[in-house]
């Protein structure tokens, strides 16, 4: 059982440059999200979404980009890289309900520079 | 505002002494709260929730309304404990509401 699985692990990017991180579960999950994690400030809320074709913002949502076409996949989107992008992203999944364990993947380091 | 607070970003203690790392949280109504776990090289991942009332590789949290806090104890602490410990909350839209981490350093 795969779990989440989240691509790439490291990434450079220069500032301007646009790039997807890529998260994939195969436990049927309804709820994904993705999360940056900075030094200090926890996990911070990026984008959300309930189901496929329904995503939402969270608490950092500028400069991100995503969508859910697939209950499987929920793509984050940087349109244009800037240093602030700086951090670890982490995607995570969970069933609905609020007792249930989020499923988190390895996470991504991304340097923009 | 909902929030988790972690006051201690690093938490070093010796092999054996017992240890507790703190939560508290603001929330308005009845939260769910959870303790997740990052080891070195690991993905994050949940160690206990208090609706469980589980004990966890000797971890245990107890739900304190009056103080709202869920402190993380444990009695005896082990090396491989060493770990970033992450506090959070599930709010009314099943949200993760986290707190900072604290970065937990066992000394052998």
């Known amino acids: 059982n795969a779990g989440v699985t989240q691509t790439p692990k490291f990434q450079v990017l220069k500032t301007g440059q646009s790039m997807t991180l890529q998260c994939a579960q195969d436990m049927n999950h309804e709820y994904m999200s993705w999360y940056r994690q900075d030094p200090g400030m926890g996990l911070r809320l990026i984008h959300y979404s309930v189901g496929a074709g329904i995503t939402d913002q969270g608490e950092v949502p500028n400069g991100y980009n995503v969508s859910r076409s697939t209950t499987e996949d929920f793509p984050l989107r940087l349109l244009s890289a800037a240093p602030s992008q700086t951090s670890v992203y982490f995607c995570?999944?969970?069933?609905?309900?609020?007792?249930?364990?989020?499923?988190f993947g390895q996470g991504t380091r991304l340097t923009v520079v | 505002a909902q929030r988790v607070t972690q006051p201690e970003k690093l938490l070093s203690v010796f092999k054996g002494a017992p240890v507790e790392l703190k939560c508290n949280y603001s929330y308005s109504g009845s939260p769910e709260l959870f303790w997740y776990v990052q080891y070195s090289r690991q993905r994050l991942q949940l160690l206990l929730r208090?609706?469980?009332?589980?004990s966890i590789k000797g971890f245990t949290a107890d739900l304190n309304k009056g103080e709202t806090s869920f402190h993380l104890k444990k009695p005896f602490a082990q090396e491989e404990d060493s770990a970033m410990y992450y506090c959070?909350?599930?709010?009314?839209?099943?949200?993760?509401?986290w707190g900072a981490g604290t970065k937990l350093i066992i000394k052998p």
């Open positions: 959070a909350l599930t709010d009314s839209n099943y949200q993760l509401i």
């Open positions: 995570a999944s969970s069933s609905q309900g609020v007792n249930t364990e989020a499923f």
């Open positions: 208090h609706i469980s009332r589980e």
